[in-house]
């Protein structure tokens, strides 16, 4: 399931995808970082993708993403 991938990323490679926005507006973004949230931005290694429709599409995309940046 989505959630036990996004446990697997968090616990195996240290990548955790966090999506934000909200319900009202119907906007939502997803953040995928290393480390934590206050290092990543710092650090500018955070990745902001463009506004998406649905909470699960934000975090589908988000989840896409993150397997791309783990070098197998």
């Known amino acids: 399931?989505?959630?036990?991938?996004?446990k697997w990323l968090r616990e195996v490679h240290g990548i955790e995808v966090q999506v934000c926005g909200s319900i009202k507006e119907k906007e939502y973004?997803?953040?995928?970082?290393?480390?934590?949230?206050?290092?990543?931005l710092?650090?500018?290694?955070?990745?902001?993708?463009?506004?998406?429709d649905t909470y699960e599409e934000a975090f589908?995309?988000?989840?896409?993403?993150?397997?791309n940046m783990i070098e197998l």
């Open 60 to 67: 589908e995309h988000g989840l896409k993403t993150a397997l």
């Open 1 to 6: 399931t989505q959630s036990l991938l996004q």
């Open 42 to 52: 710092m650090d500018n290694i955070s990745v902001i993708d463009p506004l998406l």
């Open 29 to 40: 973004y997803v953040i995928v970082f290393t480390g934590t949230i206050v290092e990543a």
